[in-house]
């Protein structure tokens, strides 16, 4: 397992170990940013030919000026278990004006391009408007060809992006209208991306990531008008929303493909950080079910998928977690909330 630290490092765990075998795989302490709670190491992910090329990307906080990087590196030559600190290149950076609402997931699709998260910016209610600003990249989902370059980038915009041919807008951009979605994921059988959506005030969101997509932020807050904004037939609706008497901070997680639970395959498996509810959600439309799985105190940082897609908890004691048991007699709710 590959297992990062907000302060800055990557750690390499053998399977089914305590941790004491850990060794670090690469250590970005020297540059990672920590002022903020919300700051410092945030993404790592594979490339789809890892085991060729070696490459790896992460996404972390910098400081002088206060920014996101996301960068590449390759692993050691010698060492498979060891990164190469000086094979650094930066793909972007991405100015920001407060240390808050940092995104950040990175994860390859199915179609082989990178897609990353990012935050509106930070402080409260997205005063920079720039949840709905197609010129910026933050508050968006962005999707990136990683394997080429153009136009002096060390990066190149797919073609079939949806923003390419819109004036003023950021090629690079996949969905706007979002928060702070700090994890995402693609169902591993449907090529579907899921993400959860952190709130404002009110309202946790989870939503199914479409080309083009403008999920509402910050004229609505999940389905709900938020300050002087309100609906329009261009805002895609939430798949779920819960309110702030659950839970105050979504962590979203993976749909379950694993064999542990064959009760719940197909099923999307999520949390929140504040609460430490661990939920699932399944359907389509107005046939939505969806129920309690776990009620547990810890704050509940991420979580993991393994190559078998058994789920792990990443827990904010500095624990990797497995699940091993679940309210089992809960009772679906097959509506919307």
Not at 227 to 252: K, R
Request: some cysteine.
């Amino acid at each position: 397992m590959f297992v990062l630290e907000q302060g800055g490092r990557v750690w390499v765990v053998p399977t089914n170990d305590d941790g004491a075998r850990a060794t670090v795989f690469l250590d970005l302490t020297d540059r990672v940013r920590r002022e903020h709670n919300e700051e410092g190491l945030l993404a790592l992910a594979f490339h789809p030919h890892f085991a060729a090329n070696g490459w790896f990307f992460v996404y972390y906080s910098a400081s002088d000026p206060l920014r996101n990087v996301l960068a590449r590196y390759r692993v050691d030559a010698a060492d498979s278990n060891r990164a190469d600190p000086a094979s650094a290149t930066v793909l972007l950076d991405i100015a920001k004006p407060f240390g808050n609402h940092n995104g950040c997931t990175l994860v390859f699709g199915p179609d082989g391009y990178l897609y990353l998260s990012t935050g509106d910016g930070g402080s409260g209610g997205d005063p920079m408007g720039n949840g709905q600003n197609l010129s910026t990249l933050l508050g968006k989902i962005l999707r990136l060809d990683v394997d080429a370059t153009s136009d002096g980038r060390a990066y190149a915009i797919p073609p079939d992006n949806p923003f390419v041919q819109r004036s003023g807008a950021r090629g690079e951009i996949w969905a706007y209208g979002l928060r702070n979605v700090w994890r995402m994921s693609f169902d591993r059988d449907t090529g579907t991306l899921w993400a959860g959506d952190v709130g404002q005030n009110r309202w946790e969101e989870i939503d199914r990531i479409v080309a083009g997509g403008n999920y509402g932020w910050s004229l609505r807050e999940g389905r709900h008008a938020y300050g002087a904004g309100g609906g329009g037939a261009d805002l895609l609706d939430p798949v779920w929303e819960y309110s702030h008497a659950e839970g105050a901070s979504v962590t979203g997680g993976y749909v379950y493909r694993g064999t542990r639970w064959p009760d719940l395959f197909g099923w999307y498996l999520y949390g929140d950080f504040v609460s430490g509810t661990i939920w699932g959600l399944r359907g389509e439309g107005s046939a939505i079910a969806h129920r309690v799985l776990l009620r547990q105190p810890k704050n509940i940082a991420s979580f993991g998928e393994d190559a078998a897609g058994e789920l792990y908890v990443l827990t904010f004691d500095g624990r990797v977690q497995r699940l091993e048991s679940t309210i089992a007699a809960q009772r679906p709710e097959a509506s919307r909330p």
